[in-house]
Antibody, heavy 116, light 109 residues
């Protein structure tokens, strides 16, 4: 059974870059799935950030597109998120997730706080 | 961009009662709609995909219906572990994207 695990700093300063990595285990990232980043501000709903396919093809949320880069490292079975110029509004639990017909596998999530 | 509107925002029910949750799309999403359950401190869990297909391991008391713009998640008889927040989600082929509804909280009355 596939498992996903997010990793990265829990605290980022305003205007800096948020970087997270998702490690996939129990299955290959080179498969017919899309690999997503999704976030959830404290007490609020879910927001899709973007996805990547193992080929490197990506698609991003229009509202975040100018600040996002999602990349994949197939040799490490990982994919990563970079979000630039963060503000307090980017404080959220960040999830990585696998999607085909639906988002069927999720990481546990990691809280990233933007604060000086 | 498709907007998903869930109603009601909160549903107060007792164990054993029937829960009916609604999700309305701003334009047709065909049957490309999924439902998720989220409990505090946990990641969402997939319940239903393609409007009416139960995910692996999901009890039969959960059912989904609808197509086009109007969808329903029904929990036939609420168990104590069903009190949670429920989200609908659509996947669009063009532009390729995912969108979530705002959520419905099912709370104990």
């Amino acid at each position: 059974q596939v498992q996903l695990q997010e990793s990265g700093p829990g605290l980022v300063k305003p205007s800096e870059t948020l970087s997270l990595t998702c490690t996939v285990s129990g299955g290959s990232i080179i498969s017919s799935y899309y690999w997503n980043w999704i976030r959830q501000p404290p007490g609020k709903g879910l927001e899709w950030i973007g996805y990547i396919y193992h080929s490197g093809s990506t698609n991003y949320s229009p509202s975040l597109k100018s600040r996002i880069t999602i990349s994949v490292d197939t040799s490490k079975n990982q994919f990563s998120l970079r979000l630039t110029s963060v503000t307090a509004a980017d404080t959220a639990v960040y999830y990585c997730a696998r999607e085909s017909m639906a988002t069927d596998s999720w990481g546990q999530g990691t809280l990233v706080t933007v604060s000086s | 961009e498709v907007v998903l509107t869930q109603s009601p925002a909160t549903l107060s029910l007792s164990p054993g009662e029937r829960a009916t949750l609604s999700c309305r799309a701003s334009q047709s999403v065909s049957v490309y709609l999924a439902w998720y359950q989220q409990k505090p401190g946990q990641a969402p869990r997939l319940l239903i995909y393609d409007a009416s297909n139960r995910a692996t391991g999901i009890p039969a008391r959960f059912s989904g219906s609808g197509s086009g713009t109007d969808f329903t998640l029904t929990i036939s008889s609420l168990e104590p572990e069903d009190f949670a927040v429920y989200y609908c989600q659509q996947r669009s082929n063009w532009p390729p994207s995912l969108t979530f509804g705002g959520g419905t909280k099912v709370e104990i009355k």
